[in-house]
Antibody, heavy 115, light 112 residues
Framework: QVQLQESGPGLVKPSETLSLTCTVS????????WTWIRQPPGRELEYIGY???????NYNPSLKSRVTISMDTSRNQFSLKLTSVTAADTGVYYC?????????WGKGTTVTVSS | DVVMTQSPLSLPVTLGQPASISCRSG???????????LNWFHQRPGQSPRRLIY???TRDSGVPDRFSGSGSGTDFTLKISRVEAEDVGVYYC?????????FGQGTKLEIK
């Protein structure tokens, strides 16, 4: 059974960098696309970007200047970095498998941007 | 960006009755490979979304057959033949054809 688990700080100060990791079990991260999605409070889901081990990551243009998604095949993990955060980046962050279909999701982790 | 518009945004339904959610995209969701990447997700309060249907009408494993998806091009529908208590929550459509992929605003289903 494939499982994904997000981890990282729940509180980030404005202007700093948000860093999250998704640990994958039950599947090799070299075999699928992997995605980050977020959900601001009371708002719809927003696609952040996805990565495949043999290609370049693909980022939502609305966040492209601040986002980096990377992969650590030795740990079967992939990560998200979002720089220069503001309160608008507060929300629940999810990692998921696949790009077009999102068939397996992590439970999500809440990140609050506040001083 | 492709805008996904769902209706209604709130859907009160009596147990055992049918329910239907519409999702319209700003452009055709037919991809160059011939597939239409339209998914439906269900999110219960405090949980992550769960995919119910992919490529318009294919149900995921374990999804009850009371859920069905249909549509083509820009107009899509999720139908629940007989609503059960466990179906409450928010339903999202999502397109995976045009980058950046995008979600609808969500439809909140509640029991009357």
């Amino acid at each position: 059974q494939v499982q994904l688990q997000e981890s990282g700080p729940g509180l980030v100060k404005p202007s700093e960098t948000l860093s999250l990791t998704c640990t994958v079990s039950g599947a090799s991260i070299t075999s699928y696309y992997w995605t980050w999605i977020r959900q601001p409070p009371g708002r719809e889901l927003e696609y952040i970007g996805y990565i495949y081990y043999s290609g370049s990551p693909n980022y939502n243009p609305s966040l492209k200047s601040r986002v980096t998604i990377s992969m650590d095949t030795s740990r079967n993990q992939f990560s998200l970095k979002l720089t220069s955060v503001t309160a608008a980046d507060t929300g629940v962050y999810y990692c998921a498998r696949a790009a077009r279909g999102l068939d397996v999701w992590g439970k999500g982790t809440t990140v609050t941007v506040s001083s | 960006d492709v805008v996904m518009t769902q209706s209604p945004l709130s859907l009160p339904v009596t147990l055992g009755q049918p329910a239907s959610i519409s999702c319209r995209s700003g452009q055709s969701l037919v991809y160059s490979d011939g597939n239409t990447y339209l998914n439906w997700f269900h999110q219960r309060p405090g949980q992550s979304p769960r995919r119910l249907i992919y490529k318009v009408s294919t149900r995921d494993s374990g999804v009850p057959d009371r859920f069905s998806g249909s549509g083509s091009g820009t107009d899509f529908t999720l139908k629940i033949s007989r609503v059960e208590a466990e179906d409450v929550g928010v339903y999202y459509c999502m397109q995976g054809t045009h980058w950046p992929f995008s979600f609808g605003q969500g439809t909140k289903l509640e029991i009357k």
